[in-house]
């Protein structure tokens, strides 16, 4: 009979920030390093689910930040992969979101390609082995 042993989370937790800091790697807690193009396919995916989202959750359904990731954001609109428009709200304006035909049409040709060719992580590449 098989007996599983209590493993406390804590000590796991620990012996991977251990071997992070001694392999010199960048420790991220909460989210791994994501490439631009995979955070561009990340917003127009959410934006075409939800059809249309604010900025603030938007952001936050991509695990973004407004101050690192707004020239992504800019870079989108731009180039007419994303619509934005800004609503009045008392004193303040609602900035809301939506993905375009063009943005549609990229993320099928462009990146669902390149991320079927450059999968995001390990794990996806050992999956399809």
């Known amino acids: 009979m098989h007996q599983s042993r209590n493993i406390d ?26 490439d631009r193009i995979y955070i561009r396919k990340d917003i127009l995916l959410k934006l075409t689910e939800f059809g249309e989202l604010n900025q603030t959750n938007l952001l936050s359904y991509c695990g973004l930040n407004l101050m690192k990731h707004k020239d992504i954001l800019e870079s989108l609109e731009q180039k007419g992969f994303i619509k934005r428009t800004e609503t009045p709200w008392g004193n303040k304006k609602v900035i809301k979101y939506s993905v375009t035909e063009k943005g549609l049409q990229f993320c099928k040709l462009v990146l669902e390609p390149y991320e079927e060719i450059f999968p995001r992580s390990e794990k996806h590449v050992r999956e399809q082995s």
């Open 9 to 34: 989370p804590t000590k796991i937790l620990c012996k991977s920030l251990i071997q992070n800091f001694t392999s010199n790697k960048a420790i991220s807690l909460s989210h791994e390093y994501r």
